[in-house]
């Protein structure tokens, strides 16, 4: 299995290798690299693409301390390090937006352009922590039951072809797996006034669906990154790109095929 030993965690990893331009891919919370199947085999042809799995998820071997998602984009940028990439296209969903937006501030040499899909800038309002919250403390104290986990699949997924396979993976972790990253999602610090710092082109693509992060948030931070269009709106919920990957596709491939060299 392919690792990185990168800031003391050994970041699990997958690459189709290739020679060309590299695409990092992140994923959001609750889910792991095995969510950009589709993106995959969308670029392949064309692109290296990586996937991993960020601290406390799929099967990184993390050391279980508190974290930011400052350090997950440490993380992604010294998986570049390993594997010998100078810069690269970074794409997110949701919280792997989160850290992608955070690397393009710390290295934006490093970052050729961003992806960014149903994420933000901002952190949640009031209503949605405390929701966010509830849920928590349930899975915390109760575990990862029937009826959370279709509650979460719900938000995120709302799929029936997809959730089944979610929900298993969910239950077969020990419920305190996500209690840090979970304290990460809870106190990430709000970034929109540094947005316009990012110059790089950007793609911002969300679900129309998504109630975890709502369309607003995603069109303020599309109007305040410079390199940014229009938000591309698809059909879906907050996983959009992994239950509606066709036009989700067809928007990543328009925005590299134009990417100057």
């Known amino acids: 299995m392919p690792f990185a030993d990168v800031n003391g965690q050994r970041l699990y990893f997958e690459s189709t290798g290739g020679d060309g331009p590299p695409v990092v891919l992140s994923h959001g919370f609750l889910m792991d690299h095995e969510m950009f199947a589709p993106q995959v085999e969308a670029l392949s042809d064309t692109y290296r693409v990586i996937t991993w799995d960020e601290r406390g998820f799929g099967a990184t071997e993390y050391d279980g301390e508190p974290f930011t998602y400052w350090d997950s984009a440490a993380d992604c940028l010294g998986l570049l390090d390993h594997l010998g990439i100078e810069s690269a296209v970074l794409g997110g969903m949701s919280q792997g937006g989160f850290l992608s937006l955070r690397a393009a501030l710390t290295a934006p040499e490093r970052v050729r352009a961003l992806v960014l899909l149903d994420s933000q800038a901002g952190v949640d309002d009031p209503e949605t922590a405390a929701a966010n919250d509830a849920m928590n403390h349930v899975w915390l104290t109760e575990g990862p039951s029937d009826e959370l986990t279709a509650i979460v699949a719900g938000i995120i997924i709302d799929d029936p072809d997809h959730s089944p396979a979610w929900i298993a993976k969910w239950k077969a972790r020990d419920k305190n797996a996500f209690r840090e990253p979970y304290q990460c999602l809870r106190t990430r610090d709000d970034i929109t006034e540094r947005l316009d710092e990012i110059t790089c082109p950007a793609l911002v693509v969300h679900g129309t669906e998504d109630t975890a992060i709502t369309m607003d948030r995603a069109e303020l931070m599309a109007a305040r ?37």
């Open 225 to 261: 990154l410079p390199g940014a269009g229009e938000v591309v709106k698809v059909a879906g919920a907050h996983a959009a790109n992994l239950t509606n990957p066709v036009p989700v596709n067809a928007a990543i491939n328009a925005f590299l095929a134009e990417l100057p060299l």
